[in-house]
């Protein structure tokens, strides 16, 4: 199983949203950006088998991109992915992707979650890491808590 780990894409900052944060949209640069990144990620991928994402409304705005480029998904809010979700809670969600060994499953979420989970499947919590927003971190699961790292992919190798 092969999981495409993606930082939501640039929102408004907090500072300057008066709304709850879980409501936070993206901004205009982040909707183009994230159309890129997916259709790229659409060009170099097979299609997922499910798409996952926290129910942030720009984690929520950055899977449906996702979706779209890939001819359209359902996409699943789930409160694993949301900001600050608690580590443990990880194990639970990737050993349900585990059960089929072929596949692609995409998890849409938060910094600093997404590189910690990345860092513990990879490098047993010592890669140091932080995802920018749009980028994507390409692992492949090798049992329901460890993988390899295939590929990180920043956003601006699409953007330019």
Same mark, same amino acid.
């Given at each position: 199983?092969?999981?495409?780990?993606?930082?939501? $894409?640039?929102?408004?900052?907090?500072?300057?949203?008066?709304? *709850?944060?879980?409501?936070?949209?993206?901004?205009?640069?982040?909707?183009?950006?994230?159309?890129?990144?997916?259709?790229?990620?659409?060009?170099?991928?097979?299609?997922?088998?499910?798409?996952?994402?926290?129910? $942030?409304?720009? $984690?929520? $705005?950055?899977?449906?991109?996702?979706?779209?480029?890939? !001819?359209?998904?359902?996409?699943?809010?789930? =409160?694993?992915? @949301?900001?600050?979700?608690? *580590?443990?809670?990880?194990? &639970?969600?990737? @050993?349900?992707?585990?059960?089929?060994?072929?596949?692609?499953?995409?998890?849409?979420?938060?910094? *600093?979650?997404?590189?910690?989970?990345? =860092?513990?499947?990879?490098?047993? !919590?010592?890669? @140091?890491?932080?995802?920018?927003?749009?980028?994507?971190?390409?692992?492949?699961?090798? =049992?329901?808590?460890?993988? =390899?790292? &295939?590929?990180?992919?920043?956003?601006?190798?699409?953007?330019?």
């Amino acid at each position: 199983m092969r999981i495409l780990f993606v930082r939501h $894409a640039e929102a408004v900052e907090y500072s300057d949203y008066d709304g *709850p944060d879980m409501d936070r949209p993206l901004t205009g640069k982040g909707r183009r950006t994230m159309k890129l990144v997916a259709r790229s990620l659409a060009q170099r991928f097979d299609r997922p088998d499910r798409i996952l994402c926290s129910k $942030a409304e720009r $984690a929520r $705005a950055t899977a449906e991109m996702i979706s779209e480029a890939f !001819g359209g998904l359902e996409v699943e809010e789930r =409160s694993e992915l @949301n900001p600050g979700a608690a *580590p443990a809670i990880w194990p &639970r969600m990737l @050993n349900e992707g585990w059960k089929k060994e072929e596949g692609l499953l995409v998890l849409v979420g938060h910094e *600093p979650d997404l590189s910690a989970v990345i =860092s513990s499947l990879v490098g047993d !919590g010592h890669l @140091n890491m932080k995802m920018k927003k749009a980028a994507c971190a390409d692992v492949k699961l090798t =049992s329901p808590t460890k993988g =390899s790292l &295939r590929a990180l992919i920043d956003p601006s190798w699409v953007t330019g």
